[in-house]
C-alpha cells in the first residue's frame, strides 16, 4: 500500500506546526467557531446539521491542514479559496481573483482574534493522505 499525494493552493496564512494561540490544546477549528458564535453542537438541544453549516459558512476563516495528516502543518484561509487535486487528477484554476470583501472579512478576523499584521497569501502545498 502507498502513500497518495494531493496537492492544494489555499489563500491565507502559513501558521507551520503552530495551531493559532486562540485555539485549545484539544480543541478542533470547527469546535472553536460553534462554541464563539454559542452555537449548539450534535447531541445538544437546538442542533440542527443544515444550521451549523449556515454558520460554518458564514466564519470567514477556516484552518487548513497540510503536510501529513500524523505530523500536520496549518494554514488559517480565507474560507472557499482552496483548490486540491487529488494525486493523479488534474484541477483547473479559473481564477486567483479573492472577492475582496472576502479578504477583508478574513483580516478583520483575524486581527480580532489576535493574529497580528495578517497579509494572506496563495501558498501551495502538499498533504500525504
Given at each position: 500500500?502507498?502513500?497518495?499525494?494531493?496537492?492544494?493552493?489555499v489563500?491565507?496564512?502559513?501558521?507551520?506546526?503552530?495551531?493559532?494561540s486562540?485555539?485549545?490544546?484539544?480543541?478542533?477549528?470547527?469546535?472553536?467557531?460553534?462554541?464563539e458564535?454559542?452555537?449548539?453542537?450534535?447531541g445538544?438541544?437546538?442542533?440542527?446539521?443544515?444550521?451549523?453549516?449556515?454558520?460554518?459558512?458564514?466564519?470567514?476563516?477556516?484552518?487548513?491542514?497540510?503536510?501529513?495528516?500524523?505530523?500536520?502543518m496549518?494554514?488559517?484561509?480565507?474560507?472557499?479559496t482552496?483548490?486540491?487535486?487529488?494525486?493523479?487528477?488534474?484541477?483547473?484554476?479559473?481564477?486567483?481573483?479573492v472577492?475582496?470583501?472576502?479578504?477583508?472579512?478574513?483580516?478583520?478576523?483575524?486581527?480580532?482574534?489576535?493574529?497580528?499584521n495578517?497579509?494572506p497569501?496563495?501558498?501551495?502545498?502538499?498533504?500525504?493522505?
Amino acid at each position: 500500500m502507498g502513500v497518495s499525494n494531493d496537492a492544494f493552493l489555499v489563500y491565507g496564512i502559513d501558521l507551520g506546526e503552530d495551531l493559532p494561540s486562540f485555539l485549545g490544546e484539544d480543541q478542533e477549528f470547527e469546535d472553536f467557531l460553534m462554541d464563539e458564535g454559542g452555537q449548539p453542537k450534535w447531541g445538544e438541544p437546538g442542533h440542527s446539521f443544515d444550521k451549523q453549516r449556515a454558520y460554518l459558512a458564514s466564519c470567514p476563516a477556516d484552518l487548513t491542514l497540510y503536510c501529513s495528516y500524523d505530523y500536520p502543518m496549518h494554514i488559517l484561509s480565507v474560507r472557499g479559496t482552496d483548490r486540491r487535486a487529488s494525486r493523479g487528477n488534474v484541477e483547473e484554476v479559473e481564477s486567483l481573483d479573492v472577492d475582496a470583501d472576502k479578504r477583508t472579512g478574513f483580516i478583520d478576523w483575524c486581527i480580532a482574534h489576535g493574529i497580528e499584521n495578517p497579509e494572506p497569501k496563495w501558498l501551495l502545498n502538499s498533504m500525504n493522505g
